[in-house]
């Protein structure tokens, strides 16, 4: 599984995760941050892909079948999530009331489509007239954020409430995506500019700002908490994020640059209120691990 933004694509390639049973916590001195992998038995790769206030993390993982499954992460009790009759699911955002959101794949149409899973029924997402829709963050008052393909091929974000849908992007940009959003409304995501390079955004009360890691060559934004906390991945020198990636954090203007101990690229994906951050990491052997920091923040 990696997270990778396209023109005409969609921002997730999954190859996912597989069933949490015990997080492995890396060692580490007093007051220094603590990580966490979080792997399934018998799967291949793993992503954490949000996480609530209260510690409910959703994500994404490969099972034995070789296809993505969804994932629920409840009080150390893992659920699958599946849509009926999709090819493959994966979760992506889940707010303090459990609803999730993510995607599927309907293997009937060769379409993806958004969902949003409460109380146990499955409704599908998709932007009107759209090829491929993704829903990746949904907050406390119900809104929806993701992505979605045009027919000409162009990739958009969007904004899901009780008026209906709003297209999201960047002034000027070739493509956009809005992972996650906050319970105020914030949102964040990715664009990519007319001179192809990837930028991170902000988006508040209808205002943009860019983000971008200071002497970065890509700069990404995936998640946000309610303090306004975002973080995200930058890469260097040109080099593929999705290979040498690094996560950041950055808080009130400051960044924080850091890497899961010995990994060889760090995706962070999301932050709650209590600054845990999820996402995934890759290792010596190219394999993907979910995870759970804290004490960065």
Not at 3 to 9: A, M
Request: aromatic share 10%; proline share 5%.
């Amino acid at each position: 599984m990696k997270v990778r933004v396209t023109v005409g694509g969609l921002i997730l390639t999954c190859v996912a995760l597989s069933l949490l049973i015990a997080p492995k916590a890396s060692t580490a001195p007093p007051g220094a941050p603590t990580f966490s992998t979080i792997d399934v038995p018998g799967g291949t790769q793993s992503a954490v892909a949000g996480i609530a206030n209260n510690g409910k993390m959703v994500g994404y993982y490969t099972g034995s079948d070789n296809n993505a499954h969804g994932f629920l992460l409840a009080n150390n009790i893992f659920t699958q999530i599946d849509f009926p009759g999709a090819l493959s699911t994966d979760g992506f955002g889940i707010d303090e009331t459990g609803k999730i959101v993510g995607s599927y794949y309907d293997d009937g149409t060769g379409s993806q489509h958004g969902y949003l899973l409460e109380d146990g029924a499955f409704t599908t997402i998709s932007f009107p007239a759209a090829t491929n829709t993704l829903s990746g963050g949904r907050n406390n008052v119900g809104q929806i954020v993701g992505l979605y393909d045009d027919v000409g091929g162009s990739t958009h974000g969007y904004l899901l409430d009780l008026f209906g849908f709003t297209p999201i992007d960047f002034p000027g940009a070739i493509s956009t995506v809005v992972p996650k959003l906050n319970n105020s409304g914030r949102l964040v995501g990715i664009y990519k500019s007319a001179e192809a390079v990837t930028h991170g955004f902000s988006f508040n009360e209808g205002s943009f700002a860019s983000i971008d890691f200071p002497g970065a060559s890509s700069t990404e934004a995936f998640g946000i908490n309610d303090a306004g906390v975002i973080v995200g991945r930058y890469a260097l020198n040109g080099q593929d994020p999705v290979v040498s990636g690094h996560g950041f954090l950055l808080d009130k203007g400051a960044f924080t640059s850091f890497d899961y101990p010995e990994s060889f690229e760090t995706t962070p994906l999301d932050i709650n209120t209590r600054g845990q951050i999820v996402g995934f990491y890759t290792d010596a052997n190219g394999h993907d691990h979910g995870f759970v920091a804290s004490g960065l923040h």
